[in-house]
């Protein structure tokens, strides 16, 4: 093979190579906010595959470029660590961070600027109820598959529920059976998320209790 044949080779597969990585790489922009309210500025973005970071400015806005699949690590100092997995087709996203409230976080996340003293002191009095971790979501099921990565959302008979095991029960379901405030729910879809106070996996024996049905699993859902 001719040199100039192995330079046209080696450039095509340089470039075909620059094109599938350029095909797996999207620019994602986003808010982050603090009492759903608040823009908070200098706060970190960082992508966890392609280590790329950037800081979101005083509207609380950011853009970065992220790989296919990468997940976005949100972080400011005094609030908590938020990792956001964007959906294949999603840009823009908006987050609500939320505040760990101490006296000595408030100093520093007013010394930090990411928040001014004004509007933090606000948030905590008018607004406490959006300072709650499942408050960045709109939709109940993310929630949930936020708060337990191996959980799967299904469609069964047109109510979408989640797999959490491939085992089929004497029914012939396949999904968890998901408890909130103590009762069977077959539809989940009415709970907002910033409502709810905590989303767990119960243990085998300790969803035992709820009958034949608990062999995929059961997820316990507390709202206030």
Known sequence: ???LKRFQLTFLSLFIFSLATHAQTREVEGTINAFNKYPLKNVSITTKKSKKSTTTDEHGKFKIKADK??????????????IYRPKNDENSIKVNLIFEDTKKNKEIAVAGGFINREHLENGLKNFANENNAYSSFVDVFDAVVYAIPSAKIINENGTRKFQLRGVK????????????NGYLNEDISFIIPSNIISIKQLRPTAGAIYGTGSANGVIEIKTK
């Open 1 to 3: 093979m001719s040199i």
């Open 69 to 82: 699949n990468d997940q976005i690590i949100i972080e400011a100092d005094a609030f908590k660590k938020f």
């Open 169 to 180: 029960t004497s029914t012939g379901s396949n999904a968890a059976l998901v408890v909130v």
